[in-house]
């Protein structure tokens, strides 16, 4: 019988750790409704839940003052219920149009709108299938970021 892989002293066990809140961004290439035009194998839904599971177990072992999941609109509700909330990127002064999704237990920040410029920046600034321009996709909006921690110290 094999021995069990076992972490570096150097990682604690996070579970004895004093977390005050968590912020969770699986990815959301399985769930995104803007990609439901290309088809998913049961393997790749199978692979995101168990990313999505991973950060509520995470969220449920230790237990944060706040915390917060979020993935733009798609399939995601289906398999965890409803979001708490959602917002767009020009709420929070980003002049372009996103639509996220949030689950968790949370503060939602004051909005700071601003007129979203010709639409998506997504699509025009980020078109296209490398990892480069599906990783400046899934950025979270910096105002939203910045507005979110303001919001739940």
Known sequence: ????????????????????????????????GSGARWPRTDEDVREGLALVDACLRICQAVDPVWWVMENPVGKLAKWIGNPVNSFQPSDYGDPYTKKTLLWGRFTMPEQ??????????????????????????????????????????
Request: glycine share 6%; aromatic share 10%.
């Open 1 to 32: 019988m094999s021995e069990q892989p076992r972490l570096p002293d150097e990682f604690p066990d996070v579970r004895q750790l004093n977390i005050h809140g968590v912020l969770a961004a699986p990815v959301c290439t399985v769930f995104a």
């Open 112 to 153: 700071t709108p601003v007129e979203p410029v010709d639409g998506s920046k997504l699509w025009r600034n980020y078109g296209g299938k490398s990892d480069k321009t599906k990783t400046e996709r899934s950025v979270t909006p910096h105002g939203f970021a910045q507005a979110f921690f303001k919001a739940n110290p």
